[in-house]
């Protein structure tokens, strides 16, 4: 048996699926069970924290595998990493970030949290892979909003360079560490999609997909609304939006892990856009 928390999200919600289809028991722990979407096949259950001590414990029971996101623990990893281990589990995957990689990075938020749920995970007691993605092609979706609503997508830095991965491949790299726990114990792996590409690029890849020409229209990051990326807390927003400029007319950490990992190639963005065209239509 399989625990995944974070299970409604990008990659959680992937990663059940994959597992679920090559009937791989797997249980998908969520905050409310009742209006999650799992496959044939997946267990669900409520995701309980150290409030519930007996809850906690019955979450796990029957695992020897956990998927851990960030999310799922807070300040409360360590108890519920605790908790596992007195259950059974013996094996766990973390979500972390490329982020961590880079240790100039140190003082970024979002190196910070990352760093210390992997540290939390190594002095756990059980063994371990972290997986570190780069951009999640998933936050292509901040543009779908004007999509529907129009030909024109106006945003910071089309120029900007990344090279977005696919939740697909991460679920995919995490499946195979979570099934085979002895290849890949104290392994870290970087995820990264195949190629670099810009912003205005993947406007015009999700226009391909979606059968319409869209156009980039750029606008200076002090008129960026807050709104515009919906998954960054707006305090946030001034570091993200630095840390895009200073991507602009650079090469982007390009890794082939996720090839490595499951023997296939990593999924291009051209390839996210058509798997997520009608996230985008009206």
Avoid: C
Wanted: net charge negative; charged share 20%; aromatic share 4%.
């Amino acid at each position: 048996m399989i625990v995944v928390t974070g299970a409604t999200g990008n990659v959680g919600s992937a990663l059940v699926s994959q597992l679920a289809a090559d009937r791989v028991p797997v249980r998908a722990l969520t905050r409310d069970p009742a209006r999650a979407r799992v496959p044939e096949g997946a267990e669900v259950a409520r995701f309980a924290g150290p409030g519930e001590p007996a809850a906690m414990a019955a979450q796990f029971a029957g695992a020897t595998a956990l998927f851990l996101h960030l999310a799922a623990g807070g300040e409360d990893t360590p108890a519920l990493l605790a908790a596992a281990r007195d259950a059974g589990v013996k094996h766990v995957v973390v979500l972390s970030s490329i982020i961590v990689d880079h240790d100039a990075a140190a003082e970024h938020p979002i190196h910070v949290v990352h760093s210390a749920l992997e540290r939390h995970v190594r002095e756990s007691g059980l063994g371990w892979t972290a997986l570190r993605p780069g951009a999640f092609s998933t936050n292509s979706l901040q543009w779908a909003p004007q999509v529907r609503a129009g030909d024109t997508v106006r945003g910071p830095f089309g120029e900007a360079m990344t090279a977005p991965v696919h939740e697909a491949d991460i679920a995919a790299v995490a499946a195979v560490a979570l099934r085979d726990p002895a290849g890949h114990t104290g392994a870290v792996y970087s995820l990264t999609g195949p190629e670099g590409i810009t912003t205005r690029e993947q406007i015009h890849a999700v226009g391909r997909a979606v059968g319409r020409e869209l156009r980039f229209e750029e606008i200076a990051p002090d008129e960026v609304p807050a709104e515009m990326f919906p998954h960054v807390q707006p305090e946030m927003l001034p570091t993200l939006l630095k840390s895009i400029g200073d991507s602009v007319g650079t090469d982007p950490d390009v890794t082939t892990a996720v090839a490595d990992v499951t023997g296939r190639p990593a999924r291009t963005f051209a390839r996210w856009a058509e798997d997520h065209a009608d996230d985008f239509r009206a």
